[in-house]
């Protein structure tokens, strides 16, 4: 058959990755997929990236527009980033009949329904597996894997930077901005972290993964999100000493009165699969109603890793593109005509386990006094810890661990425990998951 | 779209599974597919598995060839097991013109070849993810979402049952036999238990693995087969002093000199997350060229999970039948004329660090002889740990790591250890993987 004629905006890191792997692996790849991917055409601003094609074999420019307007290119991957310029092009290149692959969580997440209208009323294909968990197939996963599922919750760690972090604070005994600093130095942080650390980058993610998992149209806005700033060391290590590991995990869950989509740290059970998942690694955990728990781990980020699911994508767009629509897997797992209407909760109506933290002074009365709070909110203490006070101090690290509860209901027991005069400050709160 | 119309043949553990969700999850799969999936046919000699469908709306039968030879089916799912009449049953199925889809590990191990063959010629599809780990969808995740990549090894857990007591005796410290006992009440283990504490089982599902990792024949006669009977309680304690766990494995590993495939007690370092995969459950890690490495964990048997790989099955097909060839994925992964033919290595051309455990005379001199046989056929010994002799004993534990070293050049070095006066009985050897 005739090779699929492929063309690439963008040469920078994952650019680079699928430019060098579709070379190295051509004969396996071609061996798989029946037919060859050839890049025709390649826009990039960066030198290095150009170099790693041959300019007899692929034609080079600086300007993505040339690449989406070619008339000879079948299917554009988008690999600049971004989400203004690359909406632009992306649309482009659906009115223009080309098939599109991105790795651009923020642009799906975001845009996604936008462009995945624009692209079915073109009859072409948008494809984004390596938006979420890099170079896992968790896209592929949850959409044809798991598709004889009523799927119930997935929870991911989406986001290797701050897993990283988590871990490093973990094994280590170090202090959240210490680890940023090196995390940076290693490149596996920005200059400006907000995008990883405040749980951003996972937002967008989850978004992707409720829509694929429930149906549902991709709504980035109403994702709760809180970072992991704000987690201290003894977080850490007081969530370790009572069985716990801190992991920020997105989730999104099927409840009976709607989806609930969040982004935040969570305590979660040393004895979990995903909490022993370290260092920059992904991995997204799915319950689903026949096969139960399945979990899916892998880098998630990275050059070649992110490469991968770009060129898996592109070979099942290779297989796909000349078949009919019923051939097709649907581009959000669901057919366009039965999205769900379900609605996405609002953040107090979230339902979750609470471990919470507070400095108390360290005299009779303080506990009785703020167990009578939750006591009046018909919130459950499970467990209540007291750390002794550090030489020369008179105030108490103040442990409680919650039994679920409604969001609104725990804020309000919040405000009413920083009221009372023994407590200084603010109570940290870190949600509970027990994944089971 | 009209209807898929399914013939069933089996309706025990698992077709009883996929016939439950089927009816149970009808409009999540039909949002998914775009067309419903009937069953219209039922083949089974239980009347426990007959009741679960609607007479008025199913035909059923006590004759499997009924289902193959009717003319309304589309699709035959084989879940009636063993690799004989199975076999016959699949062969005519194709031979009237059905896609067929399988949890049949052994009849894919043993058969595949001319099932794929016969498939191929008629222009049927053969699907087959519930043969390997259960519900974990890791021939979807091989064959597809890896399908960038040159894949150089695939470490699975494969047989729940050995991980159950493999489980059992590390956590609770008991004895082989004490734990099959329990998983043959508990139902994880059969009466006779050959199948899966022998790696015959783990066999059938490696051969599968290789075949679509490596596109490569089904050689299921050439994959190499060590059970976990031997293993004592000491082996367990012993590696976890060491820093590893014993964990049953299949692996797979593409070499310089050919493919080697075998099934075998491991010893894997307790940081590695498959090392931490517990009881039934299943897990296989994938290593690759572009994303490195990626595992995949989940459910490796019972109804609905196996139920859940069937059905995802059937709407893989339902959606690729009336497409031309071209638009469907390989069923091995690879083009059928892109077929490898790289050797599968000798069992003792394999390369592999060991543990080895024996026991020895305590006097002086025996370390120096045992360790004198290993460096004469430049075998290196990375540690060497004494154990004391228990009270009233004479002979003490000696246990060496080795680095990596050929089968044939391990299996004369144990030889010429065992003749020495001060060597008790046999030497315990167990492989060794670092899965890095």
Redesign the interface.
């Known amino acids: 058959?005739k090779p699929v004629k492929i063309g690439l905006m963008g040469l920078g890191t994952v650019g680079g990755?699928t430019a060098t792997?579709?070379q190295?692996?051509a004969d396996?790849?071609?061996?798989?997929?029946?037919r060859s991917l050839q890049i025709v055409h390649a826009a990039s601003l960066e030198i290095a990236g150009q170099k790693l094609l041959d300019p007899a074999r692929v034609k080079l420019t600086e300007n993505a527009w040339d690449v989406v307007n070619n008339p000879d290119v079948e299917i554009v991957v988008e690999l600049i980033g971004g989400y203004t310029l690359a909406r632009e092009l992306v649309l482009k290149a659906i009115e223009n009949g080309k098939h599109v692959v991105t790795a651009n969580k923020a642009l799906i997440a975001i845009h996604g329904d936008e462009i995945f209208k624009a692209a079915q009323a073109k009859g072409v294909i948008v494809a984004f597996?390596a938006a979420v968990a890099?170079?896992?197939?968790i896209i592929?996963?949850i959409?044809?894997?798991?598709?004889?599922?009523?799927i119930q919750w997935v929870a991911g760690i989406i986001n290797g930077t701050g897993n990283f972090i988590l871990t490093e604070m973990r094994e280590k005994g170090r202090d959240f901005y210490d680890v940023l600093k090196e995390a940076q130095a290693l490149g596996y942080a920005e200059a400006d972290p907000t995008f990883d650390v405040e749980g951003i980058d996972a937002a967008h993610k989850l978004t992707i993964l409720a829509s694929v998992a429930f149906?549902i149209p991709l709504q980035f806005k109403k994702t709760f999100t809180e970072g992991i700033s704000k987690i201290a060391r003894e977080d850490v290590t007081y969530a370790e000493q009572l069985g716990y590991r801190i992991k920020h995990l997105g989730i999104a869950r099927r409840t009976e009165r709607g989806i609930e989509m969040r982004v935040h740290p969570t305590l979660i059970p040393e004895r979990r699969?995903i909490a022993?998942?370290n260092g920059v690694m992904n991995a997204v955990l799915v319950k689903?109603?026949?096969?139960?728990?399945?979990?899916?781990?892998?880098?998630g980020a990275g050059s070649?890793?992110t490469?991968?699911?770009?060129?898996?994508d592109?070979?099942?767009v290779a297989?796909?593109m000349?078949?009919?629509v019923?051939?097709?897997?649907?581009m959000l797992?669901?057919?366009p005509n039965?999205m769900?209407d379900v609605p996405v909760l609002s953040h107090d109506e979230f339902e979750t386990a609470c471990y919470l933290r507070m400095l108390a002074e360290d005299k009779p009365g303080v506990l009785a006094d703020v167990t009578r709070i939750f006591a009046d909110k018909h919130i459950s203490i499970e467990a209540v810890i007291q750390k002794e006070p550090q030489e020369g101090q008179t105030r108490v690290q103040l442990i409680l661990l919650t039994s679920k509860v409604l969001e609104k209901q725990m804020n309000a027991a919040i405000a009413a425990v920083e009221k009372l005069d023994a407590i200084e400050g603010k109570v940290t709160r870190i949600r509970m998951e027990h994944l089971g």
């Open positions: 058959m990755g792997v579709l190295r692996n396996e790849i071609t061996r798989r997929c029946g597996e890099g170079g896992v197939p592929k996963a959409r044809e894997g798991l598709a004889a599922n009523r149906g699969l022993n998942v689903s109603d026949a096969v139960g728990p399945t979990l899916y781990y892998g880098p070649e890793p490469a991968s699911a770009v060129i898996a592109l070979i099942d297989r796909a000349d078949a009919d019923s051939h097709r897997v649907a797992g669901f057919q039965a769900s």
